[in-house]
């Protein structure tokens, strides 16, 4: 098991890519902390994990809030004693050009994108230094390397994802912490699929634009990705920090 005796804390754990990396990293032999907004999405994953005969602990918590932030932190150390692994996931995507995003809108991308990102890693992280290292992995997207059009705040709180994973890189490496984040393209997640495709005028044609854009000729898969955030978690990658980790069968490519 790769993760056996390690702590992770996953935010954004009740659905999509942050339920498929937490369940995968308990088949690793990880304690596993989600936190999410929703209890009964909490529960769900956690009744799953129960009938592959695993455990995971889960916390309702909402990152933009910074109390909230603390107290997840909080309560990994009060339960496990440590926390090794961090995956900042919570994220959402509210489309809009510049000029049609209302403040508040573009406010509640960026307490949840970025804010969230930040506080967690600002409680985990002296966890991290005590225990003497860590992984954190941040859900950046392929828009916080490009832009795009139509969903301004998003690609814009994305790309302060995409700086501040280095940034952190750069202050924790001589300190035994990595930090790396991940790239996704279209990836079929309930934030995808129902948030965004569902609320299109012409949901077909969006699909197809999308799918124009993977030269793979398909979406991601949530359980991709949780593949590639256990890899980035894995002590044998101990190189590895400061790095954009595309997962979008090819769209940055081109």
Do not use: Q
Request: proline residues 3%; aromatic residues 8%.
């Amino acid at each position: 098991m790769k993760l056996a005796n390690k702590t992770a804390l996953i935010t954004g754990g009740g659905t999509g890519m942050g339920k498929e990396t937490a369940l995968l990293f308990a088949r690793e032999g990880a304690n596993v902390i989600i936190t999410g907004r929703r209890e009964e999405k909490l529960k769900e994953v956690a009744k799953e994990a129960e009938k592959e005969g695993l455990r995971l602990d889960y916390l309702v918590s909402d990152v933009s809030s910074e109390e909230d932030c603390k107290a997840a932190v909080d309560y990994a150390v009060g339960k496990y004693g440590r926390i090794d692994i961090l995956f900042n996931n919570a994220g959402v995507l509210y489309p809009g050009t510049t000029h049609e995003t209302d403040t508040g809108t573009w406010d509640r991308i960026f307490d949840t994108n970025v804010k969230g990102t930040y506080w967690m890693s600002k409680y985990a992280i002296p966890v991290m230094l005590r225990n003497g290292g860590g992984s954190i992995v941040n859900n950046s997207s392929v828009g916080g390397l490009n832009g795009f059009p139509g969903l301004a705040a998003y690609t814009a709180s994305k790309g302060a994802v995409t700086i501040l994973t280095k940034t952190m890189a750069l202050e924790y490496a001589d300190k035994g912490i990595k930090v790396n984040a991940i790239c996704p393209g279209t990836i079929e997640t309930p934030m995808v699929v129902d948030e965004f495709l569902g609320k299109v005028d012409d949901r077909a044609a969006a699909e197809n634009f999308l799918l124009s854009l993977h030269p793979i000729g398909r979406f991601g898969k949530p359980e991709e990705v949780a593949h590639t955030v256990l890899f980035l978690c894995d002590d044998n990658v101990g190189f590895m920090t400061g790095n954009m980790i595309s997962i979008d069968g090819g769209w940055n490519a081109k």
